[in-house]
């Protein structure tokens, strides 16, 4: 689908602020960005594009049905791609009620007002989470029945639903792509990944959960950006889209290269209490993005975890302007009282 205005929202997140740039560089396209900029969202990750001609960031709420309207009229607005979220698991297990607000009525809402906008296309980003969790074999395909386990996840199963039914009572001309773990830049540092290489920096503990041997299918944040703009582009209306790093690595795996990347000790790591309702395995069979839509990755895990400990250590002042107060707060609550079960070096 061609168009010359898209609404993002979440757009100073992570994987927001990556798409944000992403548009800008690679398309002519205005990109209007919505983003209520809670603790996960910084205007500091979307530097340079706050000037560009092309882009126009509002503040606000996807809950705000009123604005909403407002910013896709006042814009012209034909497209909307929703990456606004709650998305941490861990949150959302300390407290499920903002989740089912934005993830849930916050994806209704902007249904709801795009409809009546007569925007053109809806793209939501969702996530392979709402399959629920894999034994040793297999992968989820886009058919593999929707079995959240988290109140995250939980959430996002809502929203996907309430996308489906909008094409399919209304005809509303709907994609879904379902993505497993991304990183890269700009991600928070409560995600296992930049919490790792921000605690490895500053030889703090690194507090693996449970065992360490929970599975997650690594994708490079810039391929889940060339994903979410071809299933956008040309996506079947309806369509839902798995996308996937074909990158299974332990945590344990993850943790330790990590390490080996930044110089430290293996003697940093941590078991601590397990996440409660721990998904064990995620993996994706991305093989429709590449057959319908030609998509593939283009970053394997070592050249891209390898860009992204670089970024962090070249970006220091971006890290310590999103880990101030509040997050401070959430890592004590979150780690401070979790049991410690011992170090790498006891466990062997
Ligand atoms: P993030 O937490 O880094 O960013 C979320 C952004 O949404 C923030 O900028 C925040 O300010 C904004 N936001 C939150 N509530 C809002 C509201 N009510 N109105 C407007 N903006 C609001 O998340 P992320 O990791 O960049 O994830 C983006 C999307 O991708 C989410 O929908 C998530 O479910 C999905 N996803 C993430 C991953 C991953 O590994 N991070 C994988 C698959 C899918
Ligand atoms: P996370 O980055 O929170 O993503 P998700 O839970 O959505 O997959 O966690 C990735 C994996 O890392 C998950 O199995 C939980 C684990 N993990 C830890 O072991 N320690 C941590 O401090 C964090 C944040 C995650």
Redesign the pocket.
């Known amino acids: 689908m061609d168009c010359n205005t898209v609404l993002v ?10 798409f944000v740039r992403y548009l800008l560089a690679e398309t002519p396209l205005h990109v209007v960005n ?9 205007l500091a ?1 979307l530097g340079d594009c706050l000037e560009h001609p092309r882009h126009h960031f509002v503040k ?5 049905a009123g604005l909403v309207a407002h910013v896709l009229r006042q814009y012209a607005v034909e497209g909307i791609i ?7 698991v861990d949150r959302s297990i300390l407290g499920p009620q ?1 989740f089912v ?3 849930v009525q ?1 994806t209704l809402t902007l249904l709801t007002e795009g409809r009546a906008a007569g925007i053109r296309r809806f793209l ?6 709402v399959y629920g969790s894999l034994g040793d074999e297999g992968r989820f395909t886009e058919s593999t029945p929707l079995s959240a386990n988290s109140p ?1 996840s939980a959430s ?1 199963a809502a929203a996907d639903l309430l996308v489906r039914a909008f094409h399919h009572t209304y005809g509303m001309e709907t994609v879904t ?7 890269g830049p ?3 540092p409560e ?1 296992l990944i930049p919490l790792m290489i921000m605690n490895a920096l500053a030889d703090k503990p690194l507090p693996v959960y449970g065992d360490g041997l929970n599975v997650r299918d690594w ?1 490079y ?1 810039r391929d ?1 950006c060339t994903a979410v703009w071809a299933a956008f582009r040309q996506g079947r209306p309806g369509g839902v889209y798995n ?1 996937g790093g074909n990158n299974e690595k332990t945590n344990l795996e993850v943790v330790r290269t990590i390490l080996r990347q930044v110089g430290k000790p293996e003697s940093l790591i941590t078991f601590v209490r397990d996440r409660p309702g721990h998904d064990r395995r995620y993996a994706i069979d991305s093989s429709r993005m590449t057959a319908e839509l030609g998509w593939r990755p283009e970053v394997d895990f070592d050249g891209g975890i390898a860009a992204t400990v670089r970024w962090y250590l070249e970006h220091r002042e971006w890290l310590d302007q999103v880990s101030s107060g509040e997050y401070r707060r959430y890592y004590a609550e979150m780690y401070d009282r979790r049991e410690r079960l011992g170090t790498a070096a006891r466990l062997g």
């Open positions: 929202t979440g757009g100073a997140g992570f994987i927001g602020s990556n919505l983003d209520a900029l809670t603790y996960a969202g910084n990750s606000g709420s996807i809950t705000n929703n990456f606004a979220a709650e998305s941490h903002v607000e934005t993830n916050g939501q980003v969702s996530t392979d989470e995250y996002k792509t379902r993505c497993s773990n991304n990183y700009y991600q928070f995600k994708l944040v889940h996308i």
